[in-house]
C-alpha cells in the first residue's frame, strides 16, 4: 500500500501539500509505519525523502522540509494568520467556517467505528476519509490561507511553510538597506543586558456600570510611535556617537525616563538614555511603505495582503525586544512602550480638561465616561462628540510635537467604539477595579437601547472564556443584558437554580481544559481536570485500551458527587450545588454588586422574625 502510495505520489507531483495537523500525525505516521516495512517514505522531488526536526522542547513535536515541496498544516497556518476559534479541531473549524463538520460524530469512539468501518462498510469510511480531505481544503479556499501563505512569504522572504521568523523576517527588510547606507550589522550578543522591556501601559480602571462609554483607539500604535520618533537601531547608533563627540556616555541609563536632546533638529529623545537621528532612521520609511502598501491592499479589498501587511508591521516591537535579534538592545523597545505609556497618560489628561472621566486605557486605548449627559441625548449625538475628540486629540498632538521636537505626527486617534451600557467590573474579592474584562452593549446611531437592542460584547468575562461551563457563559450574556435593560433579575436567578438542580442544564454543565504536562508530572495539588482525566485513562487501561491523556491533551468533565469525572464516563449525580456556588454565584455577584445586592441576599429565601 505504501509503495502504491509512492508511486501515486509522486506521479501527481504535487507542489503543496496540505491537511489537519498533517506534520506530526499524518506523515509522521507514514514515517513510522514506513520505517517499520522497511520502506523508504521518498515524498520529496527526485525521490529524496523527508528531513524530519525533532522539537528541542517537545520529544513528540516535529517540524520537517519535504524537498522541492510545501507542506502546509491548516491548524498553524490559521494561527499564523491570526484566526481564532475555541477549538482548532477539524470538526470545529469546518462547522464554524462551513457550517458542515466530520462525517463522525461520535468522537470519543472514532477509532473504533473507523475500525468497524474497515471490515464491514469500506464505502463509508472512504466517504469518512474524502469528506476530511474536502473540509481541509474547503477551508483552505474559503479563509483564503494560499492567498495569505502566498503573500506574507513575498513580505517577509520566508518560505511559505515557514510560521514564526520574525527575527528573520525583520533582516529580510531591514539588512539591505543598512548595507546599501554603508553599515554591517552586528552578530548576535552572548549576554544582551536588559531583556525584558516595559510592557504597555495599562491604567487602573474605575469600576462601575456607566452610561456612553466611548472607546478611542490610536491605530497602529507601536508602528506609528517608531515612524514618528525615528526609533530604530541605526538611528540610535548615530545618536551614541552625537554623544559621544560631545563628551557625554548614557550606555548604562536605566531610569525609564525621557532622554535630553542638545539638539532637536537633527535628533529626538528616546527613554533610558537613548537619542535616535532624523537623518538616518530606517525603519520609519519601512513602515511608512507598508502602510501605503496596506492602504493599497484594502482599497483592492486584498484581506489576504492586507492581514500580512498588519502582520509584519505590529511584530517590529516585539523582534527589537527580543535578545534574539542582532539589533536587540533595551532602549529600542523602551523607548516604544515607555513613549506610548506618555502618550496615553497625556490623552488623558487632555480628555478629562475637557469635562470627561478616562475610566480605563490600556495600551493603545481609552475608555471615555461621558458623565451628565442629558435623558435626551441620543446614541448619534454621542458618537458626533466621539468623532469630535478625536480631531481635537489628533490636532493637539501635531500641534505638540511639531512644537517640542520638530517632527511631524504619525499618530492617529479613532473613535472606534460607543458603548450605550458598560460594566467594568471589580477585581474578585477586591475593590479595585479589574484589567482586560469589562461588558457593554454598542447600539447604532438613532437609536435607544432596550433589551432587544445592540451587540452584547465581553471582554475577558466568563462568557468568553473557555475554561468556564457553556451555562455559565449563556448565563451571563442573559443576566448582563437583562441588567443593561432595567429588567427584574431576582426570577430569572431562582428560576436558574431550579432548573440546573432538576438537570435541565446537564448538558452544558461539563467543562473544557487543557492538560498542558503529562499526567505524571503533576504532584501535589492535582487540579480537577487532571483528577478526570486519570480516572479516564484509568478505565481505558481496565478495557485493554491505550491511555488517552498520559502526554497531556484537552479533556471534558464534570464535578459529580464523587469528585470530578470524565464526560466519557460519568458515574455519579453531578453535585449541582457545587455549580451553583463556583458557576452562578460569581457571575451574579460581579454586576449585582453595582446594584447594592449580592447572590446571597437575592437568593435568601428566610423570613426575618423582626
Known amino acids: 500500500l505504501l509503495e502504491a502510495f509512492l508511486a501515486w505520489f509522486a506521479e501527481v507531483d ?35 525523502s523527508i528531513d524530519w526536526r525533532q522539537s528541542q522542547d517537545d520529544d513528540d513535536h516535529f ?26 479541531s477539524l470538526d470545529a473549524v469546518g462547522h464554524e467556517l462551513l457550517g458542515r463538520g466530520k462525517l463522525s460524530i461520535d468522537v470519543d469512539h472514532r477509532g473504533e467505528e473507523i475500525t468497524e468501518q474497515f471490515l464491514h462498510d469500506q464505502l463509508a469510511l472512504a466517504a469518512y476519509n474524502l469528506e476530511d480531505c474536502q473540509l481541509v481544503w474547503d477551508i483552505f479556499l474559503t479563509a ?29 527588510r531591514y539588512l539591505p538597506r543598512l548595507h546599501r547606507a554603508g553599515y554591517v550589522a552586528p552578530m548576535l550578543k552572548d549576554n544582551p543586558e536588559g531583556v525584558g522591556s516595559p510592557g504597555g501601559y495599562v491604567m487602573d480602571s474605575v469600576p462601575g456600570i456607566y452610561e456612553h462609554v466611548l472607546v478611542l483607539d490610536f491605530k497602529s500604535l507601536y508602528p506609528s510611535i517608531i515612524k514618528t520618533f525615528s526609533i530604530d537601531p541605526l538611528a540610535r547608533v548615530q545618536g551614541i556617537a552625537h554623544e559621544k563627540a560631545l563628551g557625554i556616555d548614557r550606555e548604562n541609563c536605566r531610569d525609564r525616563q525621557e532622554s535630553s536632546s542638545d539638539d532637536v533638529e537633527h535628533f529626538i529623545p528616546g527613554f533610558n538614555g537613548a537619542l535616535f537621528s532624523k537623518q538616518d532612521a530606517l525603519l520609519p520609511n519601512i513602515i511608512d511603505e507598508l502602510w501605503a502598501a496596506r492602504d493599497v491592499a484594502k482599497w483592492e479589498k486584498n484581506a489576504a495582503m492586507s492581514q500580512a501587511i498588519k502582520i509584519i508591521m505590529n511584530s517590529f516591537y516585539g523582534v527589537l525586544g527580543t535578545p534574539g535579534c542582532r539589533f536587540f538592545d533595551y532602549r529600542l523597545p523602551s523607548s516604544i512602550t515607555l513613549r506610548g505609556h506618555q502618550i496615553l497618560t497625556r490623552s488623558k489628561t487632555l480628555i478629562e480638561e475637557r469635562g470627561y472621566q478616562v475610566i480605563y486605557g490600556d495600551t493603545d486605548s481609552v475608555f471615555v465616561w461621558l458623565k451628565d449627559l442629558p435623558a435626551s441625548t441620543t446614541n448619534l449625538d454621542v458618537d458626533e462628540i466621539g468623532k469630535a475628540l478625536a480631531v481635537e486629540l489628533n490636532q493637539w498632538w501635531t500641534e505638540y510635537l511639531q512644537r517640542e521636537y520638530k517632527i511631524g505626527s504619525g499618530l492617529e486617534i479613532e473613535f472606534e467604539t460607543h458603548y450605550r451600557q458598560f460594566v467594568m467590573p471589580r477585581i474578585r474579592g477586591a475593590e479595585t477595579g479589574s484589567k482586560k474584562r469589562y461588558a457593554g452593549i454598542i447600539v447604532p446611531p438613532n437609536k435607544r437601547c432596550g433589551s432587544e437592542d445592540g451587540e452584547l460584547i465581553f471582554k ?66 492535582v487540579p480537577p481536570h487532571v483528577q478526570a482525566a486519570r480516572k479516564a485513562d484509568a478505565l481505558r487501561e481496565a478495557e485493554g485500551k491505550s491511555p488517552r491523556y498520559e502526554r497531556g491533551g484537552w479533556i471534558q468533565y464534570v464535578l459529580t458527587m464523587a469528585g470530578p469525572e470524565p464526560l466519557e464516563h460519568v458515574t455519579a449525580p453531578l453535585d449541582y450545588e457545587l455549580y451553583i456556588e463556583r458557576q452562578v454565584e460569581p457571575i451574579v455577584d460581579g454586576i449585582m454588586v453595582f446594584m447594592g445586592t449580592s447572590f446571597a441576599e437575592l437568593t435568601d429565601q428566610q423570613i426575618g422574625l423582626f
Open 14 to 48: 504535487a507542489d503543496i501539500v496540505i491537511g489537519w495537523n498533517v506534520i506530526n500525525f499524518d506523515l509522521r505516521f507514514l514515517q513510522r509505519k514506513a520505517q517499520q516495512l522497511g520502506v523508504a517514505l521518498n515524498m520529496g522531488r527526485d525521490g529524496t
Open 63 to 88: 517540524t520537517l522540509t519535504m524537498p522541492g515541496r510545501l507542506v502546509l498544516d491548516g491548524i498553524d497556518t490559521m494561527k499564523s494568520a491570526t484566526f481564532n476559534f475555541e477549538s482548532f
Open 144 to 172: 483564503k490561507l494560499f492567498d495569505f501563505a502566498i503573500e506574507r512569504a513575498s513580505l517577509t522572504g520566508l518560505s511559505m511553510d515557514r510560521f514564526g521568523g520574525s527575527v528573520a523576517a525583520f533582516d529580510n
Open 460 to 525: 475577558g468575562l466568563e462568557a468568553v472564556r473557555t475554561d468556564w461551563t457553556m451555562m455559565a457563559r449563556s448565563f451571563q450574556r442573559a443576566l448582563y443584558r437583562k441588567v443593561f435593560a432595567g429588567d427584574e433579575v431576582k426570577p430569572f436567578i431562582m428560576q436558574l437554580m431550579e432548573d440546573i438542580r432538576q438537570g435541565k442544564h446537564d448538558h452544558e454543565l461539563y467543562y473544557r481544559k487543557r492538560i498542558r504536562r503529562r499526567l505524571a508530572d503533576y504532584k501535589r495539588n
